[in-house]
């Protein structure tokens, strides 16, 4: 008899908390309802693992005063769905916040092409700004120099900073565009250095049709001057293709004049300003306003990065090429504009990627654009910028989009990538020859 009093008190019991056994005895019967529920790990390393009671206390008599457990294990389910939730958005809020602090951050950027004759100094200046810069060190300037040593070509060893392949270093001539990056105390700059032999014409145009702003070299030592500047010197004529290509301000730097031939004379300065004024003026350039003649020396640097030391030059008075390139202005673009991006080159990987200069609007990683004239639809997949991944580039920046939807063969030099809604209307073509 004391046996069968706990039997019939055992089916109200049972009745009592259906829901809680059976819950928990489909869990060992039905193991698909798991998975329907949550990951099987969830009962494994989850927060409801360290609280679940003893399996002595999930069935029996107290099963009725603990209907907590099948609660607990969906706790233990929610607990780290709302974790991962919190993580997400912690992660997205991060991502906003560090667009808006590249957004305050940001300095204005200018792209800075290097023209002029053959030999005039355009790579020697160009590689002194990077040093003067902080962007190359001493040990680098030491290992150049001793190369340009061994191939007897000591003053060379600065423009190995900006001509790197083999070719250019061997002939002393610039063949390709280069390209190079540095900042000052309120603009970020791309060096374009470009070529100047008659050879590479071209590649002079491609790195013109990219920039800003120009920086003519001259070089002051006597005879080199003139031969830039006569007919058949690349001088005048660098200077009439910026113009056309849009390159609106100019800064003429006479360069060489540590040379012996010249030692800082203002007569000679004077001589060359004295015939580059007029042709500048007939060239389309309103020399008061858009053209600032300045004289440094590239390889030693001086009148560069600082002012003129009087000891060095005592009749120049004005600034230094730092100066003139931190303070100068050129036309704002409009970032909120239609997307206007004219390809100069494009290459494979893992992807489709054109190379070009942002001319108008902002271009953001998952927009669709089109590339036209052939109207292809795109999407951004990826943007570099300087080197640099980035999520966004605004106007005047020298980028490389990675685009998805299109094959590169389907892409050719002069196609502009161009916003969905306002793209470019071309109904006739016409050349004047």
Known sequence: MEHDAPS????PTAAHDDGAVDDWARDDAEPSHRHEAGPSHV?????????????????????AAHPAPPAEGVNGIQSPLQSMELKTNAAAHEDVQMVAEEEEEKKRHLNVVFIGHV?????????????????????????????AKDKSRESWYMAYIMDTNEEERLKGKTVE?????????????TILDAPGHKSYVPNMISGASQAD???LVISARKGEFETGYERGGQTREHVLLAKTLGVAKLIV????????????????????????????????????????????????????????DKSICS???????????????????????????????KYKDMGTVVMGKLESGTIREGDSLLVMPNKSNVKVVGINLDEKKVRRAG??????????????????????LSSVGKYILQEKLICLL
Not at 8 to 11: K, R, Y
Not at 119 to 130: F, P, R
Request: hydrophobic share 35%; glycine share 10%.
């Open 395 to 416: 106007p005047g920046e020298n980028v490389r989009v990675k685009l998805s939807g299109i094959e590169e063969d389907d892409i050719m030099a002069g196609f502009v």
């Open 213 to 215: 702003i120009g920086v």
């Open 43 to 63: 009962y494994d390393a989850g927060p409801s693992h360290s609280h679940c009671p003893e399996p002595s206390h999930r069935f029996g008599a107290d099963a």
């Open 8 to 11: 019939q008190h055992a089916p």
């Open 119 to 147: 030999d005039a100094g355009k790579s020697t200046a160009g590689g002194q700004i990077l040093f003067l810069s902080g962007q190359v060190d001493d040990r680098t300037i030491q290992k150049y120099e001793k190369e």
């Open 177 to 189: 565009v280069g390209r190079a990056y540095f900042e000052t105390e309120n603009t970020r700059f």
């Open 253 to 308: 730097v006479i360069n060489k004049m540590d040379e012996p031939t010249v030692q800082w004379s203002k007569e000679r300065y004077d001589e060359i300003e004295g015939k580059m004024v007029p042709f500048l003026k007939s060239s389309g350039y309103n020399v008061k306003k858009d053209v600032q003649f300045l004289p440094i020396s590239g390889l030693c640097g001086a009148n560069m990065k600082t002012r003129m």
């Open 315 to 345: 009749w120049w008075d004005g600034p230094c090429l730092f100066e003139v390139l931190d303070r100068i202005e050129v036309p704002l673009r409009d970032p909120r504009g239609p997307v206007r991006m004219p390809i100069i080159d």
